[in-house]
């Protein structure tokens, strides 16, 4: 391969090994070889591999498992553009899975900082709070908070359906036009990593979302927990000129 050498080379390095993922040399789940014997095999110093393999990792390509070894990722189940506001309901149905709940909790509880914050709340304020694992096809897929106020959806509320915002709709006529909505990455959970059956080195991503009616009120606080493994999320960026 000829270097452009203009280009950092660790970029050309992370070219040729996602060549080498999506052309079937190195397999989902495969282990990666040695530090040492993959510089050797790329023709490259192990410094400039090291920043290739960070940032590989960092973008969720591989993964390290410290005292095994450096693994290709397993290519998730479930894709999505985190710029469309879907329902984890319709986000399952869309591969072909069947969707469950596991409802863990759900009642009318006082509001905590962050909620009063996200949905505009004082302290004497209260949220339904719904807790809940979404599966697909029976296997653990999504832990999901969910935090209505009680002052929109009244007392007498209780979610017992697939999809919060359907729930919304049909039982209090608010319909949901928008979302705002923040992606980040944490590691082993003791608490939600054991409820998704999500193994130790494996990180989770963290769906935040503030969703909206059409007065612009926010009417839902969420957050979504999602195995790495089985879930990844894209963002459209178009060029303004």
């Known amino acids: 391969m000829a270097f452009d ?4 080379r660790y970029l050309h390095v992370i070219e040729q090994i996602k060549a080498k993922i999506n052309d079937g040399e190195l397999e989902s789940g495969e282990r990666l070889p040695s530090e040492m014997e993959f510089a050797k095999q790329l023709n490259v110093s192990r410094n400039t591999l090291r920043e290739a393999l960070r940032i590989l990792e960092e973008e969720n390509v591989i993964i390290r ?7 290709v990722n397993k290519k998730p189940i479930f894709s ?13 149905k869309r591969e072909g899975k069947e969707p469950g709940t596991q409802l863990l909790y759900h009642g009318n509880v006082g509001a905590v900082g962050e909620d009063k914050q996200e949905l505009n709340l004082t302290d004497n304020d209260r949220v339904y709070l ?6 697909a096809d029976g296997v653990p897929l999504v832990y999901c908070i969910d935090k209505i106020p009680t ?5 007498d509320y209780n ?19 928008y979302a705002k909505a923040d992606i980040k990455t944490i590691g082993y959970h003791e608490e939600i990593s054991d409820i998704l059956a999500a193994e130790q080195d494996e990180p989770l991503l963290i769906l935040k979302q503030i969703h909206y009616d059409l007065n612009d ?25």
């Not at 709709?169 to 608010?174: D, L, N, P, S, V």
């Not at 009120?217 to 303004?240: A, E, T």
């Open 5 to 8: 050498y203009q280009t950092p």
């Open 65 to 71: 498992k410290h005292g095994i070894g450096t693994f």
């Open 80 to 92: 999505g553009g985190i710029e469309e506001l879907f329902s984890i309901t319709d986000f399952i």
């Open 130 to 135: 719904v807790k809940r694992v979404r599966t």
């Open 151 to 155: 002052s929109i959806i009244g007392e």
């Open 159 to 177: 979610f017992n359906e697939e999809s919060m915002l359907n729930s919304l709709q049909e039982k209090k006529g608010i319909t949901i036009s």
């Open 217 to 241: 009120k926010p009417i839902l606080y969420s957050l979504n927990f999602f195995r790495s493994d089985q879930v990844s999320f894209s963002v459209y960026r178009k060029r303004v000129l």
